[in-house]
C-alpha cells in the first residue's frame, strides 16, 4: 500500500487536489474531518478545550464555536500551541488506526493523507511520499479573502499561523504548482497518477 501525505497551505487548492485523487480511485484520509470529529459535542478533547478557553467558544447548544476559537488562536501562537498539543495526539492515533484497517483492505493500494498540518504533526513520518500544493503567498491570500468572505489582515493571520510554503516544500517529494486554472491542475493531478 502506497501512502501519500498531501499537504499544502490554507487556500492553495489542496483540497481540490484531495477531490481529483479520489476521483482517480485513491483512499482519502481527511485529517481536517477527523479534527473536526475528535471536538463533537460531549467529547473529551473539546472538555478539555473548554477547560483552558472557557465556555465562551461554545454555541448554544453546547457544540463549539469554530470561527470563535478560530479567531482566538490565529491571533496568538501560543493559544494556538496549547490547542494543537490536546488534538493532534487525538489525531494522530485516529489516522493510525485508519491506516491499520486500510492495510488489512485488499483493495486498497493507494491511501492519500490530506492535511494542511501534515509536517506540524509529524504525519510525513507514516507516509512514503510527501506531495506539497505550492502557491504564492499574494495569490494565495487573494483566494483565501474571495473563499471565506474575510479581510486582508484576517487572511495574513491565517497564512502566517501555518508553516511557509517555502518550508514545506523542503519536505516534499512531489511539488504541485497551482497558479492556473482547474483544468490545468487536474491534468498535472492525472499525470503524477499515472506515474504511480
Not at 463549539?64 to 490536546?86: M, P, T
Amino acid at each position: 500500500m502506497l501512502i501519500i501525505g498531501l499537504t499544502g497551505g490554507v487556500a492553495s487548492g489542496k483540497s481540490t487536489v484531495s477531490r481529483i485523487l479520489k476521483s482517480l480511485g485513491a483512499e482519502i484520509i481527511d485529517v481536517d474531518t477527523i479534527g473536526r470529529e475528535i471536538v463533537h459535542k460531549g467529547s473529551p478533547c473539546l472538555e478539555e478545550i473548554v477547560r483552558h478557553f472557557g465556555r465562551g467558544i461554545l454555541l448554544e447548544d453546547g457544540s463549539l464555536n469554530r470561527k470563535k476559537l478560530g479567531s482566538i488562536v490565529f491571533a496568538d501562537r501560543d493559544e494556538l500551541q496549547y490547542l494543537n498539543s490536546i488534538m493532534h495526539p487525538v489525531m494522530t492515533d485516529r489516522i493510525k488506526l485508519l491506516l491499520e484497517e486500510m492495510k488489512r483492505q485488499p483493495k486498497t493500494d493507494k491511501v492519500v493523507i490530506d492535511a494542511a498540518i501534515l509536517i506540524e504533526m509529524g504525519l510525513h513520518r507514516l507516509v512514503d511520499e510527501v506531495w506539497v500544493v505550492n502557491i504564492p503567498k499574494e495569490l494565495q491570500m487573494e483566494r483565501l479573502m474571495k473563499r471565506d468572505g474575510i479581510s486582508r489582515e484576517r487572511a495574513e493571520a491565517m497564512v502566517d499561523a501555518q508553516m511557509p510554503m517555502e518550508q514545506k516544500r523542503e519536505y516534499a517529494d512531489v511539488i504541485i504548482e497551482n497558479t492556473g486554472t482547474i483544468e490545468e491542475l487536474e491534468k498535472r493531478v492525472k499525470k503524477l497518477w499515472m506515474k504511480l
